[in-house]
């Protein structure tokens, strides 16, 4: 998992080669749901606020997206990533974003 959210991040912002948003996609997401906070992070990111295309009217109802980023921030302020490979200034965002979609 902590290669995979690495590696997908990479791909989403061209780090070290080509952008590959949909392969970055793929990557994070996998290793949200194999534990990783950073992956948890970088889809409630994508979710709340509109990045790589995922929150989209076309792609997703805004409300669908405020869904899908409180599901995955929730993961991580609460504590249930068991990859904890996130930096400390991520963590700290992540709260209040989750209660910035709460209200």
């Known amino acids: 998992p902590f290669g995979m959210?690495?590696?997908?991040?990479?791909?989403?912002i061209g780090c070290g080669g080509p952008?590959?948003?949909?392969?970055?996609?793929?990557y994070i997401t996998e290793a949200?749901?194999?534990?990783?906070?950073?992956?948890?992070?970088?889809?409630?990111?994508?979710f709340a606020h509109g990045k790589y295309g995922v929150a989209e009217e076309r792609v997703l109802p805004p409300s669908t997206a405020r869904v899908q980023a409180r599901f995955w921030l929730k993961k991580i302020v609460e504590g249930?990533?068991?990859?904890?490979?996130?930096?400390?200034?991520?963590?700290a965002e992540a709260a209040p974003w989750l209660r910035e979609l709460n209200e």
């Open 5 to 12: 959210a690495a590696f997908g991040e990479y791909l989403l």
């Open 32 to 46: 949200a749901h194999l534990g990783s906070d950073l992956g948890a992070y970088l889809l409630g990111d994508a």
């Open 80 to 91: 249930e990533c068991k990859v904890n490979h996130l930096a400390e200034e991520c963590l």
């Open 19 to 26: 952008k590959n948003t949909s392969l970055g996609l793929i």
